[in-house]
Structures are given as structure tokens and as C-alpha cells.
């Protein structure tokens, strides 16, 4: 399998935009009772079943190696997003939005310290544009950033996700990308119900299964199976950083789901974030380089 980096990074948008629309359906299983564990767990297995339904054939010649990656990558992954959560239940959506956004900024970071490769020039305004985007969009900007615990596991969690980002990009996970997703979902399903039964036993009776169920799936098939097999598939082909720009829009794509569907009003702020996160894409698709040619010596 080879495809261009322009549709890879477009593919990384339609996981964006997925992830952007999960965010209702994370909120009406939150409000249902369900928690961390529990969300993480059910919508795993869904993804784990659903892998193994597809693409059944290249699963079943896992390889030791593949099974080391993706364990690997599984926990990451599934570490960043309990995180996450954990630190949204002691913080603002807001602060919990733009504070996991922050991994744009750790990925170059990563890449340089662990690696030494530097990323292009036009990575750095890319980031501070979309930074600023985010201040607005979150409404830090008006209220600013207040730390608390919360706010520290959140930071956390962009750690594990940029930590992720990079890791999809490494050579040492050029595996079959249908295997990587699926234990991305039993990784993301067994831990999840392990910490579910130990840490959240207690709330199990508190849930409202008839509310909860439905989105949980949903996040299941779409936001796990559909969005993260995309990533797995898109970071093959593009960097991390650019990756990680892109995949920040998700929390853009969020707010306008959330204002599409009447559960926050349109406003400035929004706008403006929206726009300069835009901006930011556009700067790292550009080729500047053939947009301006250095004029060669006569």
C-alpha cells in the first residue's frame, strides 16, 4: 500500500472531523453516568471485534514483532485518552481542550531531542497560529488559564498523545496497518475494563445503560474503528508534525459540531480560532519553495 502525503493528510482530517462529532457522543455518555474506564473499554472491544471482522486474514498472521508494536502503541494510546478524561472531571472543557492541544508543540520537541531531526521552518509560525487558534476557541484568551490538577493529568495525556503521534511515525511500526488497529482496540478494551472493574465497580449501578449504551457504540464504530484506523493508516504516509496540526483540528471541528447542534452559541472567539487554525493548515500544505523560487546566481 502506497498513497501520496496529500491524501494522507486528508485522510487525518476526516479522522479529525470523526473525533470532532465523537465529542457530543462523549458528552451524552458522561452524562449517563458511564466513566473513563467503562467508555474506554466498551468502545475498545467494539473496535477490536469490528478489526478482526475485516480484516481477519492479516490478523491472523500476527507476528511476535506486531504484537510487541502494537501492544506498545495500545498503551499509549490508551494511557493519553484516560488521562484525558480523568483530568476533564477536575477542570474546565475549555482548559481540558486547549491544554491537550499543547502535544503539537511537545511533537517537534520529541522528534529533535530522541531523534535530531528538525522540522521544517514553516512548522514553527504553523504552531504559534495554531496555539493562539486555540487560546480563542477554547476562550482562554478572555479567561485566561487557572492550574489545577486537572489541568496537570490533562497536560499528561498530551504528553502520551504526542508520544503517540510520533511513535505511528516511526519505521519500527511500518507494520500491516490492519493489525496495528486492532490492537490498538483490545489494548484499549482489556485496560480499560481491567481499570473500569477495579477503580469504577462502585458506579456501574449509577448508569443509565439506556442512555449510555447507544453513544458508546457510536464512538465504538466510528470515532475508534473508523477514525483511528484512519490515523493508522494516514501517519504511514506524512510527518508527525504535520500530523499533529491536523489532528489538533479536532477540537475545532468539536465547537462547530457543538454550535451546529444548539449546545453552545456562535461567537467571535469561535470564529476567529477557526480561522487560524485554518491559517495554520494552509501554511504547512503550502510549498513555499515553489511558490517562491530562490533565483538562481547568473
Known sequence: MSISKGRANVMLLV???IWGAGYLFSKQATNAGMQAGTINAIRGLIYAGLAYLVFHKAINHMSWVDFRVGLTAGIINFLGFQFQTMGLMHTTPANNAFLTAIYVVMIPIIMFVFFHKRP???TYPAIIICMVGMMFLTGIVDHGVSLHIGDLLTIVSALFYALQIVYFSLPATDMNPWVLSFMLGITQGVFGLIYALIFERGS??????????LPVIILGIFSSFGAQTLQVV???????????????????FGSIFSVVFGFEPFTNDLLIGGVLIMIALLVMQLNFRKMWPRKQPE
Open 204 to 213: 456501574f449501578s449509577g448508569i443509565n445503560w439506556q442512555a449510555g449504551i
Open 120 to 122: 521544517e521552518l514553516k
Open 15 to 17: 479522522a479529525a472531523v
Open 234 to 252: 494516514g501517519q504511514r504516509f506524512t510527518d508527525a508534525t504535520p500530523a499533529g496540526i491536523i489532528l489538533m483540528t479536532e477540537s475545532m
